[in-house]
């Protein structure tokens, strides 16, 4: 179907709020990642789900940050008790396998979340 | 540690000039190397990728990148730039011993019309 979709697409939360985001990948896909995007910082990975594997979470940076993925679909990236350094656009990316060596390792990202924390 | 480089932030060019932007990581092990792109406004999508083969790569829109193992680079190329190559360019790496995706900081490419 269509491609990669998050909600919201904007997120405007009090310092101290939990808020959830969404990320619904391409029917099918296996690879399901998180990244945060802050000027000047690039992409910073967060987490990385791999089909039935225990996800990656080396890159959540505290433990404020949690996601899960049910079903091997839809995924949820969960901040507690928000800072103002929390805000950014909060990108998830599917792709058909995550392998490397492999010529179907191609991401497709989502047009992002702009968090905000006021 | 930072694995991937990207040693400009800032480029700017004229319409026509050529251009090259560098990568650099730091994994020695096997790796598949990726070029995004964000235009303005718009979602980051794949310009071109090595997995195997021929170091060459060419990708959409005229580019192409060249892997060279031994200087862990991946730099990006295209001849004669375009107004319409205004973006942020990622350069990213999947590393074989965990099959993570790191990008690079991103360079912000600017053509003057």
């Known amino acids: 179907g269509a491609g990669v979709s998050q909600s919201p697409s904007n997120k405007v939360t009090e310092k101290g709020k939990d808020v959830e985001l969404r990320c619904d990948p391409i029917?099918?896909?296996?690879?399901l990642y998180w990244y945060r995007q802050s000027l000047g910082q690039g992409l910073e990975f967060l987490i990385y789900?791999?089909?039935?594997?225990?996800?990656?979470k080396s890159g959540l940076p505290s433990d404020r940050f949690s996601a899960e993925r049910t079903g091997g679909s839809v995924s949820t990236l969960t901040i507690q008790r928000t800072q103002q350094e929390d805000s950014a656009v909060y990108l998830c990316?599917?792709?058909?396998?995550?392998?490397?060596?492999?010529?179907?390792?191609?991401?497709?990202f989502g047009p992002g979340t702009r968090l905000t924390v006021l | 540690a930072q694995s991937v480089s990207q040693h400009n932030h800032h480029v700017i060019l004229s319409e026509a000039a050529s251009l090259e932007l560098g990568c650099n990581y730091s994994?020695?092990?096997?790796?598949?190397l990726f070029w995004y792109v964000q235009y303005p406004g718009q979602h980051l999508q794949l310009l071109l990728k090595y997995f195997s083969g021929d170091p060459l790569v060419k990708g959409i829109k005229g580019f192409e990148a060249e892997f060279i193992k031994s200087k862990f680079s991946f730099n990006l190329r295209k001849p004669s730039v375009q107004w319409s190559d205004t973006a942020e360019y990622f350069c990213?790496?999947?590393?074989?011993?965990?099959?993570?995706?790191?990008f690079g900081k991103g360079t912000r490419l600017h053509i003057l019309p």
């Open positions: 789900f791999q089909g039935n594997s225990a996800p990656d």
């Open positions: 990213a790496v999947m590393r074989n011993r965990d099959d993570k995706i790191i």
């Open positions: 029917s099918g896909h296996t690879a």
């Open positions: 990316a599917s792709s058909l396998v995550s392998l490397a060596g492999s010529s179907y390792n191609e991401q497709f």
């Open positions: 994994y020695g092990g096997t790796v598949n």
